[in-house]
């Protein structure tokens, strides 16, 4: 049941140019879309995250857009930085509860 | 910054031990969760927890697992007979009223031998 999908396991990206990342989902109820990072050894971390109400998110360097018609949504870097390679999860709640579903994450490695 | 604690950072059990994992949630919030990843998997959803009460299970949920918070600050996940594919790093989280953000902590380390 995979409610969450992110396609790509992993991404290589030059520094200074645009990361993106990727993530469907299939389940409509969905309404709260939210974005993690993590390092190895480390907990996930909130990034940013976009309401169902809402197409467009930005906060500084990070902008999440999403597409209720196409049950997707992308996650913008730019610049990239060597300290955003990391695993990126791609989360959504909805349907009343407050439970996170995630994808299976994208490996990022930002090279110098 | 406040934050989520877990403890151990890493448990080594046999087989059919009793395992206990040990949380310490953010102090004002609500609802409170365990998520497991097994390695190179994704984060699945275990329980959630609010009002002193599982509000929701997983099928991985099943009669080996319990979750307690037994003293008002603390929020363990019990296992009581560990499998060998119980073998995962555990995340605790939690989470305020009326926000959608989850807080988590950085997860233990259970491998069954």
Redesign the interface.
């Known amino acids: 049941d995979q409610q969450v999908k992110q396609n790509s396991p992993s991404l290589s990206v030059q520094e200074g140019r645009i990361s993106i990342l990727n993530c469907d989902y299939t389940n409509s109820m969905f309404d709260?879309f939210?974005w993690?990072k993590k390092y190895p050894?480390?907990?996930?971390?909130?990034l940013i995250?976009i309401s169902s109400i809402k197409d467009k998110n930005e906060d500084g360097r990070f902008t999440v857009f999403l597409n209720k018609s196409a049950k997707h949504l992308s996650l913008h870097i730019v610049p990239s930085q060597p300290g955003d390679s990391a695993v990126y999860?791609c989360a959504a709640?909805g349907e009343g509860?407050?439970?996170?579903?995630?994808?299976?994450?994208t490996r990022l490695t930002i090279n110098p | 910054e406040p934050e989520?604690t877990?403890t151990p950072s890493h448990q080594v059990t046999q087989m059919g031990q009793e395992v206990i994992l040990r949380c310490v949630p953010i102090s004002n919030h609500l609802?409170f969760?365990w998520?497991r990843q097994i390695l190179g998997?994704?984060?699945?959803?275990l329980v959630?927890f609010?009002n002193n009460e599982i509000?929701?299970k997983s099928e991985i949920f099943d009669d080996q697992f319990s979750v307690e918070r037994p003293d008002g600050s603390n929020f363990t996940l019990k296992i009581r007979s560990t499998k060998l594919e119980d073998s995962a790093m555990y995340?605790c989280?939690s989470?305020d009223r009326g926000a959608?953000?989850?807080?988590?902590?950085?997860?233990s380390r259970l491998t069954v031998l």
């Open positions: 709260y939210l993690y050894a480390e907990g996930p971390t909130f995250s999860f709640s509860a407050q439970k996170l579903v995630f994808g299976q994450g | 989520v877990q609802y969760y998520y998997q994704k984060v699945e959803f959630s609010y509000s929701e995340f989280a989470q959608n953000v989850l807080t988590f902590g950085a997860g």
